[in-house]
């Protein structure tokens, strides 16, 4: 009996046996977004084409910046917003700043710090009032938002054909898709698809490098275009975001936004954008015979840091000569906040990078300045706000500026000629209305002016000394 208690005891003292659960089962993404993929030369492609269409559309938009809180009044996209929107000058320093942040992009210079930050800035001009009532910033602010994402940066010891996957570039495709679909659902209307609305909004002799109304009237009808519009619409929605059916989508959507900058509907540069964003269905193949080709003509060498104060003067010197407001100011906190999150965050190698980017940024503001009439409108529609408002003081800093830019714009003289003489400057008045006939002899509204003057004060025979 002892012995079988001592047994018993034993075996109550045993460890039980170890039961080996089965490893568990990796969890498998869905490979429609989690294996997407493309080469390294296409997403390279992408980047700089299509950042470098969002840093010229925010230089271009500086011309809007008076509109916003004018006469401290604002409505906001979200009333959050209300107290915290955009003004003139907070406009034009986040367009400013986006276009730099955009250039940095397109050079993959910190894209993981300055993608997400032109985002947020993109979002609040935005929805930070309603005066910008164009939605396709809504779908830039959530492209935007999922490049982010993306990992823009070049992988280590890349190669033209080397693959790189991002579920963050479907979804951008994705939403482009539902863009094309709610665009087509909307056109779903009596007014659109009798031809009313297009034919509306395309003229007969429009200034546009083709007549395309007359086109479409000399062949299918305003009509037919307007279904087919729809059509188009609906084929995109539904191949845009299909890579292997790129040779049917690259085309229709390419011809499409081409069309629309051709009649003259074009939105800032968002037809352009559109077309941007094609380059991620084009086939690889093709990237990747250009980057191999331009590989051939040497690789990118390390820019010395010695080169960083010559950098960050050139980009000074380029702000000073640009025309924008505030832009030597806005330049200065660009170049020392850059050079310092280099040195932080890559030492002396990132600090040569950074001052070229710089020197980029800044050039392209000052490319924008005089190639286009964006700083002129800029002078001319504050001057016009601030009038309207009874701000003449404002009005009139504005004129000035406006004249000094754009000498030879007659407008900018006669409306300071008006505001001087309304203030009871005459000399400096007639001056002005005298320039503007000068440059204009063949615009009838400065002498119109002089005379008008001349009658209120019963001199109309008297010429002004």
């Given at each position: 009996?002892?012995?079988?208690?001592?047994?018993?005891?034993?075996?109550?003292?045993?460890?039980?046996?170890?039961?080996t659960?089965?490893?568990?089962?990796?969890?498998?993404?869905?490979?429609?977004?989690?294996?997407?993929?493309?080469?390294?030369?296409?997403?390279?492609?992408a980047?700089?084409?299509i950042?470098?269409?969002?840093?010229?559309?925010a230089?271009l938009?500086?011309?809007?910046a008076?509109?916003?809180?004018?006469?401290?009044f604002?409505?906001?996209?979200?009333?959050?917003?209300?107290?915290?929107?955009?003004?003139?000058?907070?406009y034009?320093?986040?367009?400013?700043?986006?276009?730099?942040?955009?250039?940095f992009?397109?050079?993959?210079?910190?894209?993981?710090?300055?993608?997400p930050?032109?985002?947020?800035?993109?979002?609040?001009?935005?929805?930070?009032?309603?005066?910008?009532?164009?939605?396709?910033?809504?779908l830039?602010?959530l492209?935007?938002?999922?490049?982010?994402?993306?990992p823009?940066?070049?992988?280590?010891?890349?190669?033209?054909?080397?693959?790189?996957?991002?579920?963050?570039?479907?979804?951008?495709?994705?939403?482009l898709?539902?863009?094309?679909?709610?665009?087509?659902i909307?056109?779903?209307?009596p007014?659109?698809?009798?031809?009313?609305?297009?034919?509306?909004?395309?003229?007969?002799?429009a200034?546009?490098?083709?007549?395309?109304?007359?086109?479409?009237?000399?062949?299918?009808?305003?009509?037919?275009?307007?279904?087919?519009?729809?059509?188009?619409?609906?084929?995109?929605?539904?191949?845009?975001?299909?890579p292997?059916?790129?040779?049917?989508?690259?085309p229709?959507?390419?011809?499409?936004?081409l069309?629309?900058?051709?009649?003259?509907?074009?939105?800032?540069?968002?037809?352009?954008?559109?077309?941007g964003?094609?380059?991620?269905?084009?086939?690889?193949?093709?990237?990747?015979?250009?980057?191999?080709?331009?590989?051939?003509?040497?690789?990118?060498?390390?820019?010395?840091p010695?080169?960083?104060?010559?950098?960050?003067?050139?980009?000074?010197?380029?702000?000073a000569?640009?025309?924008?407001?505030?832009?030597l100011?806005?330049?200065?906190?660009?170049?020392?906040v850059?050079?310092?999150?280099?040195?932080?965050?890559?030492?002396m190698?990132?600090v040569?990078?950074?001052?070229?980017?710089?020197?980029?940024?800044?050039?392209?503001?000052?490319?924008?300045?005089?190639?286009?009439?964006?700083?002129?409108?800029?002078?001319?529609?504050w001057?016009?706000?601030a009038?309207?408002?009874?701000d003449?003081?404002?009005?009139?800093?504005?004129?000035?500026?406006?004249?000094?830019?754009?000498?030879?714009?007659?407008l900018g003289?006669?409306?300071?000629?008006?505001?001087?003489?309304?203030?009871?400057?005459?000399?400096?008045?007639?001056?002005?209305?005298?320039?503007?006939?000068r440059?204009?002899?063949?615009?009838?509204r400065?002498?119109?002016?002089?005379t008008?003057?001349?009658?209120?004060?019963?001199?109309a025979?008297?010429?002004?000394?």
């Open positions: 009996m002892g012995k079988q208690k001592q047994k018993k005891a034993a075996r109550r003292d045993e460890a039980p046996p170890q039961v659960a089965p490893p568990p089962r990796p969890v498998e993404k869905p490979a429609f977004w989690f294996g997407f993929e493309v080469s390294w030369s296409k997403l390279l492609a980047r700089v084409v950042f470098t269409l969002l840093a010229l559309d230089l938009a500086i011309r809007h008076p509109r916003y809180g004018a006469g401290g604002n409505v906001a996209q979200l009333p959050f917003l209300d107290r915290l929107g955009p003004t003139r000058i907070s034009l320093v986040g367009e400013l700043l986006n276009a730099t942040l955009f250039t992009a397109a050079l993959g210079v910190a894209t993981r710090f300055v993608v930050a032109a985002a947020a800035i993109y979002a609040w001009l935005y929805l930070g009032s309603q005066l910008d009532s164009y939605q396709h910033h809504y830039v602010a492209i935007l938002l999922l490049a982010s994402f993306v823009w940066q070049r992988p280590v010891d890349a190669k033209p054909a080397t693959p790189v996957r991002s579920w963050a570039l479907r979804l951008i495709l994705v939403q898709g539902i863009l094309y679909f709610w665009a087509a909307s056109k779903l209307d007014a659109w698809l009798d031809g009313r609305t297009l034919g509306g909004q395309i003229k007969v002799g200034d546009t490098l083709i007549d395309v109304r007359s086109l479409i009237d000399s062949t299918i009808g305003i009509r037919a275009m307007s279904n087919l519009v729809v059509l188009v619409e609906l084929a995109l929605a539904f191949i845009v975001w299909m292997r059916a790129w040779f049917v989508a690259a229709l959507g390419i011809l499409f936004h069309g629309i900058v051709l009649s003259g509907l074009e939105i800032g540069l968002f037809a352009w954008l559109m077309i964003f094609y380059t991620l269905l084009l086939p690889d193949r093709a990237w990747i015979f250009l980057g191999e080709e331009l590989a051939r003509f040497g690789k990118a060498r390390r820019i010395p010695l080169a960083a104060p010559f950098c960050a003067l050139a980009a000074l010197g380029l702000a000569v640009t025309r924008t407001d505030h832009a100011a806005v330049a200065c906190v660009v170049v020392a850059t050079f310092a999150a280099a040195m932080w965050r890559g030492g190698e990132a040569g990078r950074a001052g070229v980017a710089c020197v980029v940024a800044v050039g392209l503001w000052l490319v924008v300045d005089r190639t286009s009439a964006v700083t002129t409108d800029y002078y001319k529609f001057g016009g706000s009038r309207r408002l009874g003449l003081d404002g009005a009139e800093r504005a004129y000035r500026r406006m004249v000094d830019v754009a000498p030879d714009d007659v003289h006669l409306q300071l000629g008006r505001l001087l003489l309304g203030r009871g400057d005459e000399l400096d008045g007639m001056a002005e209305l005298h320039e503007a006939q440059v204009a002899p063949k615009d009838r400065a002498f119109d002016e002089e008008r003057y001349l009658q209120a004060h019963g001199r025979s008297q010429p002004v000394k």
